[in-house]
T-cell receptor
Framework: AQSVSQHNHHVILSEAASLELGCNYSYGGTVNLFWYVQYPGQHLQLLLKYFSGDPLVKGIKGFEAEFIKSKFSFNLRKPSVQWSDTAEYFCAVNAPLSGNTPLVFGKGTRLSVIA | NAGVTQTPKFRVLKTGQSMTLLCAQDMNHEYMYWYRQDPGMGLRLIHYSVGEGTTAKGEVPDGYNVSRLKKQNFLLGLESAAPSQTSVYFC???????????FGPGTRLLVL
C-alpha cells in the first residue's frame, strides 16, 4: 500500500525566511503528486500538482515543489514566507497505473510564521 | 457555482444517536469522497464513490455507511455514534480518480 511521510509536524519560521517542507512517498511506480493547504478554519485547497513533465512545479502564492523520482520525494518550497502562509500543508499521492486508487495523504505539517 | 457544500456545519450528538451528513457538488464530478480529519492524523479516507450508485471502502470505514443515489450528492451516515467519531468531516469531489480533489468546508461533529 502507498504511504506518504511528512517528517516535520510543526515548523516555525520568521517572516521572510525560506521554507522547505519534506514529503516522501512509498510507491515505486508512476505517481501523481499534490500539495494541499488548509488555512486556519478553512477547507483544503490545491497549492500545486505534478503529473508528468518538468519535475519543478510552480503553484499559487509563490510556492513550488520538486519531484525527485530517485528519492521518492516531492518537497515544497517557498523562498520567502509571509505571515499569511500560516496554515497546515498536506502532501498527497496516487498511482495512475494502479487502477482507481484514491489519494493517500500525509499527516500534514503545520507552519507557523511569526513576525 | 457553489463547488462542494456540506450540511450541517456543526453537530453535537449523544452516544448511540444516528445522523446523516450531506455533501453536494455542482461540478458534475464522477468521484466523491468522505474524509475525517483528526489532530496529528491528517486526512483519512472513510468511503468514496466512483460514480452514481457506487460506493467503496476507504481506510477507516467502520461505523459509517454511505450512499450515492444521485451523482451530485454523497451521504455519510452514522448509525450509532461513538465518542471516537468526534472529528471534522470533509467531503471532496473530483472529475476522475486521478485529478484534483475539491473540498467542502467541513462538518465538525462532537459525540458526547
Amino acid at each position: 500500500a502507498q504511504s506518504v511521510s511528512q517528517h516535520n509536524h510543526h515548523v516555525i519560521l520568521s517572516e521572510a525566511a525560506s521554507l522547505e517542507l519534506g514529503c516522501n512517498y512509498s510507491y515505486g511506480g508512476t505517481v501523481n503528486l499534490f500539495w494541499y493547504v488548509q488555512y486556519p478554519g478553512q477547507h483544503l485547497q490545491l497549492l500545486l500538482k505534478y503529473f508528468s513533465g518538468d519535475p519543478l512545479v510552480k503553484g499559487i502564492k509563490g510556492f513550488e515543489a520538486e519531484f525527485i523520482k530517485s528519492k521518492f520525494s516531492f518537497n515544497l518550497r517557498k523562498p520567502s514566507v509571509q505571515w499569511s502562509d500560516t496554515a497546515e500543508y498536506f502532501c498527497a499521492v496516487n498511482a495512475p497505473l494502479s487502477g482507481n486508487t484514491p489519494l493517500v495523504f500525509g499527516k500534514g505539517t503545520r507552519l507557523s510564521v511569526i513576525a | 457555482n457553489a463547488g462542494v457544500t456540506q450540511t450541517p456545519k456543526f453537530r453535537v450528538l449523544k452516544t448511540g444517536q444516528s445522523m446523516t451528513l450531506l455533501c453536494a457538488q455542482d461540478m458534475n464530478h464522477e468521484y466523491m469522497y468522505w474524509y475525517r480529519q483528526d489532530p496529528g492524523m491528517g486526512l483519512r479516507l472513510i468511503h468514496y464513490s466512483v460514480g452514481e450508485g457506487t460506493t467503496a471502502k476507504g481506510e477507516v470505514p467502520d461505523g459509517y455507511n454511505v450512499s450515492r443515489l444521485k451523482k451530485q450528492n454523497f451521504l455519510l451516515g452514522l448509525e450509532s455514534a461513538a465518542p471516537s467519531q468526534t472529528s471534522v468531516y470533509f467531503c471532496a469531489s473530483s472529475r476522475t480518480g486521478l485529478e484534483t480533489q475539491y473540498f467542502g468546508p467541513g462538518t465538525r461533529l462532537l459525540v458526547l
